[in-house]
Every structure is written in structure tokens, then in C-alpha cells.
């Protein structure tokens, strides 16, 4: 029902004439819940084509006539139509001012700044004055919104939004919001003096709102600003203003930010550059730093000189820590960035390069070498943390000399027991904290405790701190303690030990005996469930979650919930630790804790039954994540295993030794996340595979699997290799009719030339139809359907355009396949897909509404990877339907998910749209220099771009060429050398 405010211009305009037509009482409501029962006598509802928006009530003085019920019905039906056409009116209205203004920030749309500048054009070409343009641009606001958040960021543009506005001073002036984190001003009948006045003010005025921003070296916000004047001549268009704004708004990015730019004017003033605050990546540290302040000062300066330091000392005496607060110091200090690798899991034979590239986050491609790694972080001023060296530190220094004689600008901070003993090391002896602030975190850690120490006792804690050699982590260790034990007692019991270990161990060095005795104390102090879940818990290896430990520690004597219980103590004892991890709490122990800890375990004679226990777990965790893996979202999914990765490899090891049944069944189940992630985390496991291959009397089964698990992991990587194990196994499979095996490596055998050459072997197609059959024959719908989507990528990669209705064909097949189960979530791909189909076949109206479902599912199933790609895919249809404010949105989305979800191949793939974008918007220049660094990229990758991408990205490069003419070959290897930081301002200025 309409409002009350609805009737209100209608009724005035009846009311009075229902009064003398019917000399009655009449009443408006607005709804049935609003009539009286008490003397009605006629209720009449107001109808008007089709819709009931109240009724009227009339009270007469007698018994209504036939005459009175006919005026009244005339009467209803004219107030029904007032209100429904006032409603419609009002409608109208709302969606006009819908229309053309922003919804986030209030201001003008983009379409209402084309109709304004449209107009405004006319007018200055008729009267001859001159029209003015102010572009602005929020300096590093994509970095904003990572520091931040959307909700921050969305805040932060309408408070830029309205400072910005306030700055214009006629009614005449308008301010519109032109995409993204662009804005612009039209300012009718000024001068470019005129207009560099208010982009002056503008920026002052942005200033002045102070909002804080981490990502600038400015600490706040800022605006880069481009103006433009002209006096338009006949048979320009409106499009010459633009591009001269556009141009200025680019000088004024290159002239370092913060400041306007215009024909013949610089600004000069405090440049903005971006600060790299790598959140996440250097671990949380919640607890204070004490001491070393002078050590961590000395350490940020050498950076700037050494490119390699190595901080060494003995276990536990605060070298990560030191580590951590140096490279957060560098941060404030320039360092553009800054990454941690935990190398404590590392084995002797593993390769470093896919770990390091992997705990970058996805910010750098594939590697295959650590000078890859080197290149990739070149222009960001990177620092390396390198932590727990020590146990692989002949692999460590080759990394090293590789990645430091590469031409870069990186730095290597390592932590290790030892030196790496590699040219150009500087070595740093990381030295015990002296008395006073071994005190202080003593004090600070006891009242993290609970244990708040009184005054007057600090007597008793320096020969504490003293006793403890001031090693961080005994002091660690002991604090706790100080909540059920006085100081006095605790300096009692700690003499006593100590003195014990000393007598028995005169030849270890005074520190190490220390260390030793603190944990030996710790463990000693603990009741029999305590230390028996603190050894057993050392069999893990990169963490675990509590569900782990109550399967791997609980014993006849011990129940899960006694291990539960356990756990949570051992973390309050800081002999554990524990971290949010998703919906799971992960916990996790130091390698130093963990070292001693596996002592113990090998001490008790238990150890090989935990081992067991450990890989039964791990193989029963594998076939649950299998079942799984058609339920749950593929991004969560992908994420429990990898978290895993790990643990995994030290259980199916376990299960090779033994040449357990059950191995080549678990490898086979890995084989999903092999394929989809094994090329960045499973490199390890390929090299442990590799090794048992070499024995000649293996179980054909389980070497099959084998190399299908090597296959899947090496699809992206090396093909040759890929098509050699897969092919043997391959045969195996075929011989044992295993339907899924079969599929498996049929789908590594595809995808691997695709993967990395992008080309589709056609013969494949009726291989992989048949497999569909199979295995619909056998159930396996959903590895069905995954397959039935590979046929439709093939068909689609033909450059056959007869061939694009079958593959549309397959994509809607897949779609019916995973209806039928229930399961839409998983329709999101496939639909994806389908519009890139229906884009090759020229209709793209029905491409963007296919990419706009795929990301509307994918995001609801929360595969955010996938949901990014398909963004992408509606950046690129958009710009070809000429919708560029929504091809922009779309390709900034697309690039901050990928590069959340580490697919940094897909990021790259980015700026090809960009240049293609860039292209379409007239800049030449701007398109040569993304594409070459686009093909740098894949190069360094050694990948290739898909047969249908490679198609359009030729087309672009010719059309490049003889448009640029000799000026595309400078500018497309300046774009080859391009950072990824640098590559994506200019991105942004597109």
C-alpha cells in the first residue's frame, strides 16, 4: 500500500468536490490495518491499473442512495489515479537522480558528467570562452584498500569525494565521479590558471582532512592532479579535453604525486611514494621487544650497504625476533618490502625456489630459479628474511649467491646457528640480552602470565636473569612459572638444575647447557599427561590442529580430552603456541622446542608408534578431504591441504618406507590438489617421490601413482617430464580399467602443453568425451562434469569458430550434470566459461551477463580465485561493448583477488586486458609498454598465453606497430623492464 503521502495533492484536488457531490464525511487511509469497523458505511478500495493503494472511508448522515455509491466509485477511481501516477512520477524521479548520481559518494555519475561535458562543450564553442578540466586521482589507493579494507576504502573516497567538491566556488562548476578512485571537475569559463587555482585548492583541502595511509610516504592521503583548457573549435570533440587532462594527471604521477600537473606547469612540493607495509607477511609479533634497540639501529643501516647479513647465535637467543623488528624498522626506514621464509620444515634435498616464491604471497610469478625470485622483486627494494638456516645451509647459500648476483636491489637478512659461509656475507653475533632488560622481560612476560611481579623483587630476578645467560626464550620458558611459583622459589629450583646439567655437560658451551637445562627444567615441571603430549606432539611437523593431537597423542592411559586439556596448558607455558587459522585454531611449536621435544619422543622408545599414528591420521585426513572436495568450496578446500602440505609429506613418506597398501591410494587422492596447486607447494613431495621411483622392485600400483602425483605437480612446469611419467602410468591405469586413474592423468596429459605452451593437442578431444561416458557410466559425475569442461576449454582453444557452439555445448552439459546433484555453487565455472564462448562468437551482451552469474556463484561459493578470473573476463567484454568505467572496476577486482589468492599468472594476465583497455582509449604508448611487460613476464614464467589469447594479443601487437611505428619496439622493451609496481601505476593511469 502507498503512504499517507501518497493521497495528499490527489485528495486535495477531489476532496472537495467528493464533499458537495456527496455531503458526507470522507476519509483517506492507507492501508486495511488503518479502517475502523465503528460507523462505516461505505468502504470503497481505491484500484488503478492493476494496483490497490488504500481505500476511502465514508461516513453519511443517512443510507447512502445508488447516486451516492456511483459518485463515490467516480471519486475513488479519480484519487486512485492521482496516486498512482504521482507514485510513478516520484519513481521516476528517484531513479533519474539513480541515474546520474554516484551511489557511493553522492556525487555526479559518469554518465552525468558526459551529458555535462557534452553540453558544456556546445556552449564554450558557441560563446568562445574557454572550458576547463581538473582530473584527480587518489594517490596508492589500491594499497589503501589492502591496508584497510573495502568498507575503509569506500569511506575514504567519499570524504575525498566531498573535500574535493568543496573546492569549487560556482554553482556553476560540477564534480563527478569518473571510475574507481578517479574524480573530475568541469569548470565552465575558466582559464587553465583558473583551473590550476582549484586543483590546487583541492589538494590543500584533501590534506587537510588528514586521513591516514600507511601505503604513502606521506602517512595520509593524497591526490594527484591533471588540468586541461581549451577554447573548442569546430570539429573537435570533447574527447581533446579529456585526453589533455589525462595526459597532465600522468605528468603529475611521474613528477612524484602530491601535486597538480598542467601545460607548462609543475608543481613542486613533499612527493608521495609508496611505502610497502607487507601485512602478513613478516609474522604477527604481539608481545613487546626488549632490548637490542642499538643492535636493531646498526643492522637497518648495514642493509643499506651489505646485501647479505646474517644474523648468528645459539638456539633460543632471539634471532627471529631480531630479525622481525629489523625488517619492520626497514619498512619505515625504505625498504619497499619485506617477506619472511620460515625454513625450519625445509629438508636437505629440497629445492628453495618453489618455497620462497610460495611465501610471497602470489606477488611473483612462477620461478624456476632464485635469480627469477630476484628479477621478480626488482624495483620494490625487497628485504628477505631468511629464518632457521642453519640444518640446509649448503642449499641456503646457493640460493643466496644465485639470487644476489642477479641485477637487483635485494636484500637478505638469514637467521642460522652458524654462518652460511658464501662471499659478500656479513656476519652479526647475536649476543644475549644484557641483565637489566632480560629483567624487564621477565617482569613483562610473567604478566602476560598473570603474574604480575611486585616491587622489591627485582633483587631476586637478576640472579634469575643471570642464571638464564639472559636467553630470550629460557626466559620464556620460565616466566610462566612465576604464576604458582614465588621468585624465590623459582631462583631455588633453577639453581639447582642448572648446577645438575652443568656438572653433566662441562664440554657444551655454557649458553647451549643453559638452554638445555631451561627446557629440561620446563619439562620437568610439567605432570605426566603434560610431558607425554609435549614429546608426542613433536612428530608434527609444521603445525597441527587440536583434532590432530587428541588422534596422534591419545593412548590407553590418556584420553582426547586429556590431550585437549593439555595442549591449551602447554600453550599458556609458551611450550606451544597457537594461531587463528580459517575456521581452525592451528598449534604450532618452536624448531628450537621442537628439537628438543623429538629428543624426548626418541628417548621414550614411542616413537615409531606415533609415527605411525601420525600417518594413519594424515592418510584418513586425505580420504576425508577427498569426500570433501565435491562439497566444499574449492578455495577452502585447497586451503586445508595446503596448510597441511607438510605433514602430508612426512606421512605418505612414512607410507613409502613401508610400501604400505594404502600409499599409492593416498598419492592418487593428492592428486586433485597436485594439480591444482602442486607447481607452487608440492615440488617437495615430487623430489621425495622421484627418490623411491629409483627402487626397481617397487609395486607397479604404486609407481603408477607415483608418477601421476610427479605429473600432476609438474604440469605447469615441465612438460616434457610430465609427458614421460604420465604416459607410463598411463598404461598401468589402462591395463587395471581404472576409470578415475585414467581421467587423472588423461587431464595432466591435455593440460600440461596447454599449461605451458597454451596449446591443445586436437586428438585429445574424442579421448576425453569418451572419458566422460565412462565415467557417468560409473557415477563419477562430478569428476565427470570437471572433465566435460575440460572438452569445452579444448573446443574452445581450437581457433575453429565452427567448433564454438560445441564447446557452448559442453559448458551448458557441465552446468545439467551439476544442477542435477544439487550443486550450483560449482555452476560458476562453467558458466564463466560459456561466456567466453558466446564473446568469441560476437555476442557480447550475453558474454557480460554469463561473467556477471559466474561471479555472482563463484563469490556465493566462495571461490574467490575463480571469482577473480571471471572478473577479468567482464573487464575485457566490457571495454569491447565500450562500458570502460565497468571494464576498469572490473580488472582493479580482478588483480586484487588474484593476487590475494597467490595466482600472480593470472594478475599478469591482467595488464594484457589493460593494454588492450588502454589500446581502445587511445594510448598507444601506454598499451606498449603493459604488453611488454605482460611478455616479460610470461617469459620469465616460461609460459605461454592460451591459443585464443595469443590470437587477440598478436592482433594488438600489429596494430601497435603501425600505429607507434618505430616508437613500439623502445617502448615495448621498456615495459620488459618494467617492475610489476611500476607496471601497475601505469595500469592504474589507464
Not at 573548442?232 to 570533447?238: I, L, R
Not at 616464491?357 to 610469478?365: D, E, N, Q
Not at 612476560?445 to 598473570?450: E, I, K, M, V
Not at 544442477?819 to 555476442?843: M, Q, T, W
Request: proline share 3%.
Amino acid at each position: 500500500m502507498a503512504s499517507i503521502s501518497a493521497f495528499d495533492d490527489a485528495w486535495a484536488a477531489a476532496c472537495r468536490a467528493a464533499r458537495e457531490l456527496l455531503h458526507a464525511e470522507i476519509e483517506l487511509v492507507a492501508s486495511d490495518a488503518d479502517i475502523r469497523e465503528a460507523d462505516l458505511h461505505v468502504v470503497l478500495p481505491l484500484r488503478f491499473a492493476g494496483q490497490s493503494v488504500g481505500a476511502i472511508l465514508a461516513h453519511f448522515s443517512g443510507e447512502p442512495t445508488l447516486d451516492d455509491r456511483a459518485a463515490l466509485e467516480s471519486v475513488a477511481l479519480l484519487v486512485a489515479a492521482r496516486v498512482v501516477d504521482n507514485e510513478r512520477r516520484r519513481e521516476a524521479e528517484r531513479y533519474e537522480r539513480l541515474a546520474t548520481s554516484d551511489a557511493l559518494t553522492g556525487v555526479a555519475n559518469r554518465r552525468s558528467f558526459d551529458e555535462v561535458l557534452a553540453r558544456e562543450w556546445s556552449r564554450a564553442m558557441r560563446t568562445r570562452e574557454p572550458l576547463a578540466l581538473v582530473l584527480l586521482d587518489v594517490d596508492f589507493f589500491k594499497a589503501y584498500n589492502d591496508a584497510y579494507g573495502h568498507t575503509a576504502g569506500d569511506t575514504c573516497l567519499q570524504r575525498v569525494a566531498r573535500a574535493a567538491a568543496s573546492a569549487l566556488a560556482r554553482s556553476s562548476d560540477s564534480f563527478a565521479r569518473y571510475g574507481g578512485e578517479e574524480f573530475v571537475a568541469i569548470l565552465p569559463g575558466t582559464s587553465l590558471a583558473g583551473a590550476i587555482a582549484v586543483a590546487e585548492s583541492m589538494r590543500t583541502a584533501i590534506a587537510r582532512t588528514a586521513i591516514p595511509h600507511d601505503g604513502s610516504s606521506l602517512r595520509r592521503v593524497s591526490i594527484s592532479l591533471g588540468c586541461a583548457a581549451v577554447i573548442p573549435e569546430v570539429g573537435e570533440a570533447p574527447a581533446t579535453l579529456l585526453e589533455h587532462a589525462d595526459r597532465a594527471l600522468y605528468a603529475a604521477k611521474a613528477g612524484g604525486r602530491n601535486r597538480a600537473a598542467a601545460d607548462g606547469y609543475a608543481a613542486e612540493g613533499e612527493p608521495a611514494s609508496p611505502r610497502y607495509v607487507v601485512r602478513g607477511s613478516l609474522p604477527a609479533t604481539r608481545a613487546s621487544f626488549f632490548g637490542r634497540a642499538t643492535e636493531r639501529e646498526e643492522l637497518v643501516h648495514a642493509l643499506e650497504r651489505q646485501p647479505l647479513i646474517s644474523l648468528v647465535g645459539p638456539g633460543g637467543v632471539g634471532k627471529t625476533r631480531l630479525a622481525i623488528e629489523v625488517a619492520s624498522a626497514a619498512l619505515d626506514r625504505g625498504v619497499g618490502s619485506a617477506w619472511f621464509v620460515d625454513l625450519a620444515t625445509a629438508q636437505p634435498h629440497d629445492d628453495l625456489v618453489p618455497i620462497v616464491a610460495s611465501a610471497l604471497r602470489g606477488h611473483v610469478p612462477l620461478c624456476r630459479s632464485a635469480a627469477d625470485v630476484a628479477i621478480n622483486l626488482r624495483g620494490r627494494k625487497a628485504l628477505l628474511v631468511l629464518d632457521n638456516c642453519e640444518h640446509i645451509k649448503e642449499r641456503v647459500a646457493a640460493f643466496v649467491d644465485e639470487a644476489l648476483s642477479s641485477e637487483s636491489d635485494l636484500r637478505i637478512l638469514a637467521t642460522s646457528r652458524e654462518a652460511l659461509e658464501t662471499p659478500g656475507e656479513c656476519v652479526f653475533r647475536v649476543a644475549p640480552l644484557p641483565i637489566v632488560d632480560a629483567i624487564r622481560l621477565l617482569h613483562d612476560r610473567a604478566a602476560l602470565a598473570g603474574a604480575p611481579i611486585r616491587q622489591g623483587d627485582d633483587a631476586v630476578l637478576a640472579p634469575i636473569a643471570e642464571r638464564l645467560d639472559g636467553i630470550p626464550l629460557a626466559i620464556e620458558l620460565v616466566a610462566p612459572r612465576l604464576a604458582t611459583m614465588t621468585p624465590q622459589e623459582l631462583a631455588t629450583g633453577l639453581e639447582q638444575r642448572l648446577g645438575v646439567v652443568q656438572a653433566a655437560n662441562r664440554r657444551m658451551p655454557s649458553r647451549q647447557q643453559t638452554l638445555r637445562a631451561t627446557f629440561e627444567w620446563s619439562y620437568r615441571l610439567l605432570d605426566d599427561v603434560e610431558a607425554t603430549v609435549f614429546r608426542r606432539c613433536a612428530i608434527f611437523n609444521g603445525g597441527f590442529t587440536v583434532d590432530a593431537a587428541r588422534a596422534v597423542c591419545a593412548s590407553n592411559e590418556i584420553s582426547g580430552a586429556d590431550v585437549e586439556g593439555a595442549v591449551g596448558r602447554l600453550v599458556a607455558k609458551s611450550l606451544l603456541a597457537s594461531a587463528d587459522s580459517g575456521a581452525t585454531t592451528r598449534i604450532s611449536m618452536l624448531e628450537t622446542t621442537r628439537s628438543f621435544a623429538m629428543h624426548l619422543l626418541n628417548d621414550s622408545g614411542e616413537v615409531g608408534r606415533i609415527a605411525e599414528l601420525h600417518a594413519r591420521y594424515f592418510e584418513a585426513f586425505v580420504r576425508r578431504s577427498h569426500d570433501e572436495r565435491i562439497r566444499m568450496p574449492m578455495t577452502r578446500w585447497l586451503r586445508a591441504i595446503g596448510e597441511e602440505r607438510s605433514n602430508l609429506r612426512a606421512s605418505v613418506l612414512w607410507l613409502l618406507d613401508r610400501r604400505d597398501e594404502g600409499t599409492a591410494a593416498t598419492i592418487e587422492r593428492l592428486c586433485y590438489w597436485y594439480y591444482e596447486r602442486g607447481s607452487l607447494y608440492g615440488v617437495e613431495h615430487a623430489q621425495a617421490f622421484r627418490s623411491a621411483l629409483e627402487d626397481e622392485t617397487l609395486d607397479p600400483h604404486l609407481r603408477a601413482a607415483l608418477q601421476l602425483g610427479i605429473a600432476s605437480i609438474l604440469r605447469r612446469i615441465d612438460a616434457r617430464a610430465v609427458r614421460e611419467l604420465a604416459a607410463e602410468a598411463l598404461l598401468f591405469y589402462v591395463r587395471c580399467a581404472d576409470v578415475r586413474a585414467i581421467a587423472l592423468t588423461r587431464r595432466v596429459l591435455a593440460f600440461t602443453e596447454f599449461a605451458t605452451e597454451g596449446r591443445i593437442d586436437p586428438a585429445l578431444e574424442p579421448v576425453l568425451a569418451a572419458l566422460v561416458e565412462e565415467l557417468t557410466v560409473a557415477g563419477e559425475m562430478t569428476l565427470a562434469a570437471d572433465i566435460l569442461n575440460n572438452v569445452g576449454i579444448l573446443r574452445t582453444q581450437l581457433l575453429d569458430d565452427a567448433r564454438l557452439p560445441d564447446a557452448l555445448a559442453a559448458f551448458d552439459g557441465v552446468i545439467e550434470i551439476l544442477e542435477a546433484r544439487g550443486d550450483e555453487d560449482r555452476c560458476g565455472l562453467p558458466s564463466g566459461n560459456s561466456g567466453d564462448v558466446a564473446f568469441y562468437l560476437g555476442d557480447v551482451a550475453t558474454a557480460i551477463v554469463r561473467a556477471r552469474r559466474a561471479i555472482a556463484l563463484l563469490e556465493q561459493a566462495e571461490e574467490t580465485w575463480l571469482a577473480g578470473l571471471q572478473h577479468l573476463n567482464l573487464g575485457h567484454f566490457s571495454m569491447w561493448a565500450g562500458d570502460f568505467e565497468t571494464s576498469r572496476v572490473s580488472l582493479q577486482r580482478a588483480f586484487e583477488g588474484l593476487q590475494a589468492q597467490h595466482e600472480s599468472l593470472g594478475a599478469v594476465s591482467v595488464f594484457d586486458k589493460v593494454a588492450q583497455l588502454a589500446r581502445l582509449c587511445a594510448k598507444p604508448d601506454a598499451a606498449a609498454l603493459l604488453l611488454g611487460f605482460a611478455d616479460a613476464a610470461y617469459r620469465r614464467a616460461g609460459l605461454k598465453r592460451q591459443q585464443r589469447e595469443a590470437h587477440y594479443i598478436e592482433a594488438m601487437r600489429e596494430d601497435l606497430a603501425v600505429t607507434l611505428g618505430s616508437e613500439y619496439a623502445a617502448l615495448y622493451d621498456r615495459g620488459g623492464r618494467l617492475s610489476r609496481d611500476k607496471a601497475r601505476a601505469i595500469a592504474d593511469a589507464v
